[in-house]
């Protein structure tokens, strides 16, 4: 029987790298753009919430279970902002580029340039699953002065995560799975899919 599960986002380059993280479990993943079903509300204040409203919505229009993420970056001189809000920091229409704009010019002033991307990734078999699966983690780094690479999305060209000054946008998709928030907690949940729900 073939497993099918709905990814909860219309970002191309998300869905790329979550079918990437899924190929190990032999799941068919689903856009729900491609099912016609349009983004949720994303209206609280914490990553886990979002996650599970994202979820709950695409099972609910798709009639299967769903799988969705809520990631950001978070500063340590910003107390923790981004946050929730990394995909619409500068404001709609939600832009790579102004976020990065904005979130640089907050941070000029400031010594402290450490910051970690959050990712909580939630999967539910059906829209009112009252067990639904949570895996969360982290990826640790610092906010570059300017962008490098031309990898990943969002964050990633100011987002430096190796001693010689490397950013997760000059990083191949094998080397950032490896080491990534969305990477460590995708192995998690696949842990979960297998003992939880038999995939």
């Known amino acids: 029987m073939s497993k099918k599960i709905v990814l909860a986002s219309n970002n191309k380059k998300k869905m790329k790298e979550m079918q990437e ?3 190990p479990m032999s799941a068919e993943v689903i856009s729900q753009g491609s099912l016609g079903i349009p983004s949720a509300e994303e209206p609280f204040g914490t990553f886990v919430e979002n996650a599970l409203a994202k979820a709950r919505w695409a099972a609910k229009h798709s009639g299967l279970p769903a799988i969705a993420d809520d990631s950001g970056i978070c500063s340590d001189a910003l107390k923790g902002a981004p946050g ?3 995909a619409r920091f500068a404001g709609e229409p939600s832009s790579d580029a102004a976020n990065n704009a904005k ?3 907050e941070l000029e002033d400031k010594d402290n340039r450490n910051a970690h991307y959050t990712c909580v990734i939630v999967a539910v078999r059906d829209e009112n699953d009252p067990e639904p699966l949570i895996a969360i983690d982290f990826w640790n780094g610092t906010i570059g ?4 690479g031309e990898g990943g999305f969002g964050y990633d060209p100011f987002f430096i995560v190796t001693p010689d000054g490397k950013t997760a946008a000059q990083m191949t998709a094998e080397e950032k799975n490896a080491v990534s928030h969305r990477g460590k907690a995708m192995r998690k949940m696949r842990t979960l899919l297998t003992e939880r729900w038999n995939w």
Do not use: D, F, G, R
Request: net charge positive; glycine share 0%; aromatic share 8%.
């Open 21 to 23: 993280l899924l190929a």
């Open 84 to 86: 929730v809000l990394s």
């Open 103 to 105: 979130l640089i010019k």
């Open 145 to 148: 002065y300017e962008p490098k």
